[in-house]
């Protein structure tokens, strides 16, 4: 009986997932049943273990939170490392200032927890108390995120279906005219999608979309087509979308010229690794049939970019979560009173 009380909630958790999972794989509520139910599976193995050895059991439990603190700090020394060398690489901008700025600020929230337990004043643990419940919240939808990220970037495209269409999005030409590596990733990410279908007896074609920014010469879905055509692809098997200028525009713009070819089409949405589980959201709420892959990234660009995916997502559910987090602000000030 015991074994089964404690199994039973990952047991349902995975049940619920695995429900969710197969009616769409793009959800990300599909990330939280699976970290729950690998929550209290860890849960009860711990029961398990107490069974055995209650010293054991307790070290088992208390490992993750005393480890909390030092990984904390390694991660902020890491990000602040990857910040730098974001700005040498790529230039100043926001955007390539995420990873530093979130170093900075898990250092900095790090030192005003142990000086406010340490002095014990009151308008500072007043001040940290939401900081630190928000900052909670926050940490775990980024776990959810990564983890489902994870997965949906390893199992999320496989099935049965035969695939009609590979859509490669844009990313920006160099020059004005020149594919640069990070457009070129997913343009050969997307090339061996199309090989491996065909080679499977299937006739899919490559769609290429993404329109011609203020700085550049033609649009971004006519250079990823040579680029495509110079690698081998027959032009007669490449389609152009060159009016998108952001990633739904991208998704709304293909899904049109899929339908006109074929109403109950079936694709396969290229981009990098780091945008796969923002751009399977956007397919899904364009109700675009197709799954998500990603093609690799340089490793220094990686962290930056991941940021910027989760807040945009995080955003995209803003009443909810910046509700949430108000109500925690709330509780955590009540609390420190």
């Avoid at 006519?222 to 495509?228: E, G, P």
């Amino acid at each position: 009986m015991v074994h089964l009380v404690l199994f039973t909630p990952a047991g349902v958790f995975f049940l619920i997932f695995a429900c969710s999972f197969a009616y769409d794989r793009r959800l990300i509520r599909n990330g939280v049943y699976l970290f729950f139910a690998l929550l209290f599976l860890f849960v009860g193995l711990v029961g398990e273990v107490l069974q055995v050895s209650v010293r054991a059991a307790g070290v088992l439990f208390a490992v993750p939170f005393l480890l909390l603190p030092p990984m904390m700090l390694v991660l902020a020394v890491f990000l602040i490392v990857n910040g730098v060398t974001m700005l040498r690489r790529e230039g100043r901008s926001l955007a390539n200032l995420l990873s530093l700025a979130a170093g900075v600020g898990i250092i900095l929230f790090l030192g005003l927890q142990v000086l406010a337990a340490d002095t014990g004043w009151k308008p500072l643990e007043l001040a940290m108390a939401p900081v630190t419940g928000v900052l909670g919240y926050v940490s775990l939808l980024f776990t959810i995120f990564l983890l489902y990220s994870f997965v949906y970037g390893r199992i999320g495209h496989r099935g049965r279906h035969a695939v009609d269409f590979v859509v490669v999005l844009g990313s920006g030409l160099v020059g004005g005219s020149r594919v640069p590596p990070l457009l070129a990733g997913r343009l050969e990410r997307g090339r061996t999608a199309f090989d491996a279908e065909r080679a499977k007896g299937r006739d899919p074609m490559l769609l290429t979309s993404g329109g011609q920014g203020p700085d550049e010469d033609l649009p971004e879905a006519r250079a990823m087509a040579d680029y495509l055509i110079a690698a081998g692809v027959s032009a007669d098997r490449i389609l152009v979308e060159d009016q998108s200028r952001t990633t739904q525009e991208n998704l709304r713009f293909s899904k049109a010229l899929m339908q006109d070819r074929k109403a109950d089409y079936r694709a396969l949405v290229v981009t990098n690794n780091f945008h796969v589980m923002r751009a399977a959201q956007i397919a899904r709420k364009e109700k675009v049939m197709a799954q998500v892959i990603g093609s690799p990234t340089a490793r220094y660009f990686w962290p930056s970019a991941t940021i910027r995916e989760f807040v945009a997502v995080f955003l995209s559910h803003r009443v909810l979560n910046l509700g949430i987090c108000a109500l925690l602000s709330v509780i955590g000030v009540v609390l420190a009173l």
